[in-house]
């Protein structure tokens, strides 16, 4: 049972919270209806990404079986579950989402939008250098336009490009660490990228990140003008805790192993919250 819960990695969920960006943006997180419907569609992208997971692991288990650490830590290359038994859970969580479809129809069209981009990424992109880190970033924007569906509201295209850039810093920052902890024996794909190349694509879309959040903020949320500093210090101490403590091969593990970066998040959160609330109320 352990290892069918390692399976569906858990931990990796934190990332659906950017469902829940467009009702924090929106100023309607007092309003209960908007805050049930966000939760069941961050619950669905929860189990969506699971799904896509299993499947992922599935597929990589012969490669995932001679990597240094995944040898360790999937529990499909560990023997801790049987394919068989992955395949059942895999099926499970996906007539969950048919299930899904009847209670939010337009969030779970999203989702499965996201399944057909990893489906396709588990077999094709992932091999396919640039277009590869792309879909992962692509994967983040949904996760944004289904949290807008799911509580019927507009998304400025602002939050949608600091959405796609900071998931574009995060996905080549992954692959820096990749290629400098094991080169390419984890992913073929590392054979065609090289430390310094994603190093500059990570440079590039931080840029980006801090600058339409910026133009974000400035255009349609000014009061919001109080978490820019926050925000500059969080791609800071990112990069930090990726050179220094060479984190950042996995995003998640790396905000909860840094307790700045952690308080930076929370405390970000906060500020958002209390610069919002006299529109929420």
């Not at 038994?85 to 209670?103: D, K, R, S, T």
């Not at 998640?252 to 919250?273: E, N």
Request: aromatic share 12%.
């Amino acid at each position: 049972m352990r290892g069918l819960w390692r399976l569906m990695r858990p931990r990796q969920w934190i990332k659906n919270g950017f469902v829940l960006a467009p009702l924090f943006f929106a100023g309607a997180f007092l309003d209960a209806v908007s805050v049930r419907s966000a939760l069941i569609a961050t619950l669905l992208f929860c189990i969506a990404s699971s799904a896509t997971y299993i499947l992922n692991d599935i597929r990589d288990i012969e490669r995932d079986r001679r990597h240094p650490t995944k040898s360790r830590t999937r529990p499909l290359a560990a023997g801790m579950v049987s394919v068989p038994a992955a395949l059942v859970l895999g099926a499970a969580l996906y007539a969950m989402l048919v299930a899904g479809w009847f209670l939010m129809p337009q969030a779970v069209n999203v989702i499965a939008a996201y399944l057909l981009l990893n489906l396709a990424y588990t077999f094709v992109l992932k091999h396919q250098p640039v277009v590869d880190i792309f879909t992962i970033a692509i994967g983040f924007v949904l996760r944004v336009y289904a949290g807008a569906t799911a509580i019927d509201v507009p998304v400025s295209s602002w939050m949608f490009i600091t959405t796609l850039c900071l998931a574009l810093y995060l996905a080549a920052v992954k692959r820096r660490q990749e290629l400098s902890g094991s080169g390419s024996e984890g992913r073929a794909v590392l054979e065609r990228y090289s430390v310094a190349l994603v190093e500059r694509y990570a440079e590039i879309s931080a840029t980006g990140a801090l600058l339409f959040y910026s133009m974000f903020v400035m255009s349609t949320r000014p009061e919001l003008v109080i978490t820019l500093p926050l925000v500059l210090f969080g791609l800071f101490r990112y990069w930090w805790v990726v050179d220094v403590l060479d984190a950042g091969e996995s995003p998640t593990d790396a905000l909860l192993a840094d307790w700045q970066l952690l308080a930076t998040v929370v405390i970000w959160i906060g500020a958002c919250a209390w610069a919002l609330w006299p529109q929420a109320a």
